[in-house]
């Protein structure tokens, strides 16, 4: 099985010693995406709604350059700073899946990089 990183400039770099994602022959495994702008590597204005629409924003980004799109993801997880933010973290990311549904898990956690609200993780299948 082969392993290879992916990366793209439409979502932020790795801001440690990881790849955007990596791809196998079959899956691809999305790191955290967190709501930085690519073009400044700063966190996104507004509060958790822009957040979460930043991070899904770079989720998909990184999911394009590994050559998948939101039919193709089989799992994420959300991590949440506060789950009181759940109902419009869930809204957003019911419009942006649509009508797929994947598997998810969505947790609350004491914090995360850069102080932001959300990061979203994923696994992709990948179609040949």
């Known amino acids: 099985m082969s392993l290879?990183?992916?990366?793209?400039?439409?979502?932020?770099?790795a801001v440690g010693p990881y790849s955007q994602a990596i791809?196998?022959?079959s899956l691809v495994f999305l790191s955290g995406c967190?709501?930085?702008v690519p073009e400044t590597m700063k966190v996104v204005e507004g509060g958790v709604e822009e957040q979460t629409e930043q991070a899904l924003k770079n989720?998909?980004?990184?999911?394009?350059?590994?050559g998948c799109q939101i039919s193709d993801v089989a799992k994420t997880t959300v991590f949440l700073q506060d789950l009181g933010h759940f109902a419009?973290?869930?809204?957003?990311?019911?419009?942006?899946f649509g009508d797929h549904k994947p598997a998810r898990s969505c947790v609350e956690v004491a914090k995360l990089p850069l102080g932001v609200?959300?990061?979203?993780?994923?696994?992709?299948?990948?179609?040949?």
């Open 88 to 96: 419009q973290v869930n809204a957003i990311y019911a419009r942006v």
């Open 117 to 128: 609200l959300v990061e979203v993780e994923g696994i992709a299948v990948v179609r040949k």
């Open 23 to 25: 791809k196998t022959d």
């Open 34 to 36: 967190i709501p930085l």
């Open 59 to 66: 989720f998909q980004a990184v999911l394009a350059a590994s």
């Open 4 to 13: 290879s990183p992916v990366s793209t400039s439409s979502a932020p770099s």
